[in-house]
């Protein structure tokens, strides 16, 4: 049985949110700057960034790919080696660039620039082993792998690209959790495994049974086995007859990730501090707007739509502030920011959850 999430742990999630968006723009930042970094404004707009409309297509393709195979995998092989291999290399590919990013600029000459790749390449290796050895560390390893893909594809998309992709994102992540169900399927395989795919929050609550009800009871003891108890406490809090309740919150790599995206596009678009301030804002309300739709249903939830949402919403604002576009897309934004939140109202309303 879970109970509802509390509020220490939508806290703990939030933190971790906020380290990634604010990470990864100050990254952004001081790799943009010529002064310490080899690679300037206008190299990476010419060598860098300019992924199109058919990048974003490809690109979606591949997420769901990649989605089906993990799946299929997870069925088929009840193993652990391959899966864990994926994760090491995607813990090694993406912390690269974040490391990458922090040595060049403590270090930016040229010929410096091979020591450099390696140290960022052996520093992921090391993250990748420390979390085998503890796996407490599978939120660090996230967080970090996180940053590295939000600022790779912030680079690379601009911001008409990076925001249809998370529009996009957004449907795909309503269809997988509401619809077909698979997200569900591989959150669970990711989670079983421990995978740094995810970031997670777990607390155990011990409640006496007469604050039970009889079907609480029976389907918190469903999930019990004394035998598999190894802790000398908990085993003498059963017998005492005071029952151990989980109660977890899960959010996705890619929830991390993609509004990591969306802000880095737009800082390095339209080099506008206060844009990419707002978009982390908005995204922030949107996170706090799922745990407290998560904290009220209790059922699983795509994170992405109420992101999307949020952000347009800062993106209307940002708009009409700073007028980095013309003022008919503060209408836009807005607009697709209520869009988006209707299909989730509709299924939680209808019961589709």
């Given at each position: 049985m879970n109970r509802r999430i509390e509020y220490r742990q939508v806290a703990y999630i939030?933190?971790?949110?906020?380290?990634?968006q604010f990470g990864g723009i100050l990254l952004t930042t001081a790799?943009?700057?010529?002064?310490?970094?080899?690679?300037?404004?206008?190299?990476?707009?010419?060598?860098?960034?300019?992924?199109g409309p058919m990048s974003v297509l490809w690109l979606v393709l591949y997420l769901v790919i990649g989605t089906i195979v993990v799946i299929m995998i997870s069925r088929v092989y009840h193993g652990?080696?391959?899966?864990?291999?994926?994760?090491?290399?995607?813990?090694?590919?993406?912390?690269f660039f974040v490391f990458f990013v922090v040595l060049i600029t403590f270090f930016p000459q040229q010929n410096l620039l091979i020591p450099v790749s390696v140290a960022s390449v052996l520093i992921g290796v090391a993250i990748v082993f420390a979390k085998m050895r503890f796996p407490q560390v599978r939120n660090f390893a996230a967080v970090i792998a996180s940053i590295g893909v939000g600022m790779t594809l912030g680079y690379y998309f601009p911001f008409a690209s990076a925001w249809l992709l998370m529009g996009i994102i957004a449907i795909y992540d309503y269809v997988a959790v509401f619809v077909t169900k698979h997200m569900i399927t591989l959150a669970k395989a990711v989670s079983s495994r421990n995978l740094a795919f995810l970031i997670g929050?777990?607390?155990?609550?011990?409640?006496p049974k007469k604050y039970l009800s009889a079907s609480e009871e029976k389907e918190i003891r469903k999930t019990i086995n004394t035998r598999e108890i190894k802790s000398p406490v908990i085993k003498r809090l059963v017998r005492e007859g005071k029952l151990p309740v989980l109660s977890q919150v899960q959010l996705g790599a890619?929830?991390?990730?993609?509004?990591?995206?969306?802000?880095v596009s737009a800082y390095t678009t339209f080099l506008s501090f206060f844009t990419a301030n707002m978009l982390i804002a908005g995204a922030c309300a949107g996170l706090l707007l799922t745990m407290t739709v998560?904290?009220?249903y209790q059922v699983p939830l795509p994170a992405i739509p109420p992101l999307y949402a949020s952000m347009n919403f800062a993106l209307a604002i940002a708009t009409a502030v700073t007028g980095i576009l013309p003022i008919t897309w503060v209408g836009i934004f807005?607009?697709?920011?209520?869009l988006t939140l209707v299909p989730m109202y509709y299924a939680l309303t209808r019961g589709r959850s």
């Open positions: 939030l933190s971790l949110f906020l380290i990634v790799f943009l700057l010529p002064a310490q970094a080899p690679i300037t404004t206008q190299n990476l707009n010419t060598t860098i960034s300019g992924g652990d080696v391959i899966l864990r291999l994926l994760e090491a290399y995607v813990i090694i590919a993406a912390s929050s777990s607390d155990v609550e011990v409640i890619g929830d991390l990730g993609i509004p990591l995206m969306l802000s998560l904290r009220k807005a607009g697709v920011g209520v």
